[in-house]
């Protein structure tokens, strides 16, 4: 077994040829096709992010997509091609960044067949996360006749596919993002009608209620850019909090909730249920645009894991980061 190891707190990964496959546990083992490359994963390896591990030594890499190879979980059989988001894995649970791996069954999701193993890397749990946060927007009301849709982050993985998404479906999407002239056409291509810098939301705290500008949006940044997102929005609006690659921190006041009935919910991906995962999953089989996913799409190798995650974490990055594992 190849795979990616942090051997101790405050360690820095390390590729093993050879690791020994007995630091594995769980009923359902895969052969590992790809994982994906996620701002958690550059935390987790360079230790930038504390409490992103809680077990050690473990293995890096928060998505999994691989074909069973054995079961003690009777939902799953020897050949079943799976994908597995959050759940655990690359933080209390080893992970992706490896050739083999032993999971939970409760989590895992028959691959659509519409959906190849490398594109279903490259949705990835930042994709995941995005559908999710595109389903709450339209389970709360929003028709795409109901205003802009502000995407933070949108030159990343989670902002990339949820402008695709968004756009697909008829919203009129604004795209946040500190890379305008640099990511100007890809966002465009993905389908913003506008484009908004980011720094207009990051670095000043406005008003607890500014002028109404966004019927939703999905942010990944938190901090001073949600709370000024949540002041711009229109009564009766809803946010989708995704991410905190600001902070975690929201220092906002009860205004936009009460007096705009502004409706902020959280877009877990780690601890989805079942049935919100299968549906997540039908949706994104049913609704992204998989040219537009490949042309959003890097490939990297095992080895390369390490120094990407300087990259990932200085916001160098674009769109998703597929890795093979055997590659």
């Known amino acids: 077994m190849r795979a990616v190891i942090v051997e101790s707190r405050g360690a820095e990964a390390r590729l093993e040829e050879t690791a020994d496959e007995g630091i594995l546990s769980g009923p359902v083992e895969l052969d590992v096709l790809y994982s994906s490359y996620n701002y958690k994963d550059g935390l987790a390896i360079t230790g930038a992010g504390r409490g ?30 799976v994908v597995l988001n959050g759940d655990g894995i690359g933080e209390s649970r080893n992970g992706g960044f490896a050739t083999r791996a032993r999971v939970r069954g409760e989590a895992l999701v028959e691959l659509p067949r519409e959906i190849s193993p490398v594109r279903a890397a490259a949705i990835g749990t930042a994709g995941f996360t995005a559908m999710i946060s595109v389903l709450q927007l339209a389970d709360a009301g929003l028709t795409p006749g109901a205003g802009d849709i502000l995407v933070t982050g949108a030159a990343g993985g989670v902002g990339s596919v949820a402008v695709s998404l968004l756009a697909a479906r008829g919203y009129r999407v604004v795209a946040s993002t500190g890379r305008a002239e640099e990511e100007g056409d890809y966002l465009r291509d993905l389908g913003a009608a506008d484009l908004l810098d980011r720094h207009e939301l990051s670095e000043d705290l406005g008003k607890p209620l500014q002028e109404q500008r966004w019927a939703g949006a999905v942010d990944v940044a938190g901090s001073t850019t949600l709370a000024n997102v949540l002041a711009q929005t229109n009564y009766g609006g809803t946010v989708s909090a995704c991410g905190l690659a600001q902070g975690m921190d929201l220092p906002t006041t009860v205004a936009p909730f009460i007096l705009r009935g ?66």
């Open 52 to 81: 992103v591990l809680q077990n050690w030594p473990i293995i890096p890499g928060i998505d999994i997509v691989g074909t069973v190879t054995r079961s003690d979980d009777p939902a799953w059989d020897p050949g079943d091609t």
């Open 262 to 327: 502004v409706t902020l919910t959280g877009a877990n991906s780690v601890f989805a249920p079942q049935a919100l995962r299968q549906r997540a999953w039908t949706a994104l089989a049913d609704e992204l645009d998989l040219d537009q996913l490949d042309r959003m799409t890097t490939t990297i190798g095992l080895a390369e894991t390490i120094p990407y995650a300087q990259q990932i974490l200085a916001g160098r990055t674009r769109g998703r980061t597929v890795v093979d594992v055997n590659g």
